[in-house]
T-cell receptor
Framework: AAGVIQSPRHLIKEKRETATLKCYPI?????VYWYQQGPGQDPQFLIS???????DKGSIPDRFSAQQFSDYHSELNMSSLELGDSALYFC??????????????FGNGTRLTVT | AQKITQTQPGMFVQEKEAVTLDCTYD???????LFWYKQPSSGEMIFLIY??????QNATEGRYSLNFQKARKSANLVISASQLGDSAMYFC?????????????FGKGNQVVVIP
């Protein structure tokens, strides 16, 4: 079965640089989520999109932005990177028609290291 | 405020034995879903099992089962017949509200190490 695809798997950037993370959700899934997981931490919700419109916003820094495109893939853009942005970034997707029982299906994540 | 509480320290469990991971939650919404995820050291997040607030029976999925006590707001995960591959971090998560596109809020996780 198709899964959520994230790219790149690993990314190394320097402080103040920018980064773009990509996510391709499971086909037919209408909701995409972005989470940030710091070392030894639980995943923290950043932002989500439902049918290409932003549906919810969590603890996403103003330096970050995201969007979902017409083909449903999503990108997380991160600017002015800081050392504290080093984390595992997950994209997940779900099918809202399944109601609140619909699990999030996660990609393998992008491990961002800021030096 | 933390909506999901997982407070157990790291756990060691003998292979083939059962292990129970505690999860308590806090919500005033009558409609909610509870999820458990497994995160091995390789980092991926794997969905294990789901329990809905209106479900009358405890959820089961293979070797995973949920001990759902709604009045106590707890949803403990039971892993039976532990295997070495069960060594991982386990996260409890909750979705509030009736909409299928609401976010999941995660607990801090329980670390499990299965020993032969």
């Amino acid at each position: 079965a198709a899964g959520v695809i994230q790219s790149p798997r690993h990314l190394i950037k320097e402080k103040r640089e920018t980064a773009t993370l990509k996510c391709y959700p499971i086909p037919r899934h209408d909701t995409v989520y972005w989470y940030q997981q710091g070392p030894g931490q639980d995943p923290q919700f950043l932002i989500s999109f439902y049918e290409k419109m932003q549906s919810d916003k969590g603890s996403i820094p103003d330096r970050f932005s995201a969007q979902q495109f017409s083909d449903y893939h999503s990108e997380l853009n991160m600017s002015s990177l800081e050392l504290g942005d080093s984390a595992l970034y997950f994209c997940a997707s779900s099918l809202s028609a399944e109601g609140f029982s619909s699990p999030l299906h996660f990609g393998n994540g992008t491990r961002l290291t800021v030096t | 405020a933390q909506k999901i509480t997982q407070t157990q320290p790291g756990m060691f469990v003998q292979e083939k034995e059962a292990v129970t991971l505690d999860c308590t939650y806090d919500t005033s919404d009558p409609s909610y879903g509870l999820f458990w995820y497994k995160q091995p050291s390789s980092g991926e997040m794997i969905f294990l099992i789901y329990q809905g607030s209106y479900d009358q029976q405890n959820a089961t999925e293979g070797r995973y089962s949920l001990n759902f006590q709604k009045a106590r707001k707890s949803a403990n995960l039971v892993i039976s017949a532990s295997q070495l591959g069960d060594s991982a971090m386990y996260f409890c998560a909750m979705r509030e509200g009736p909409h299928g596109n609401n976010r999941l809020a995660f607990g801090k996780g329980n670390q499990v190490v299965v020993i032969p």
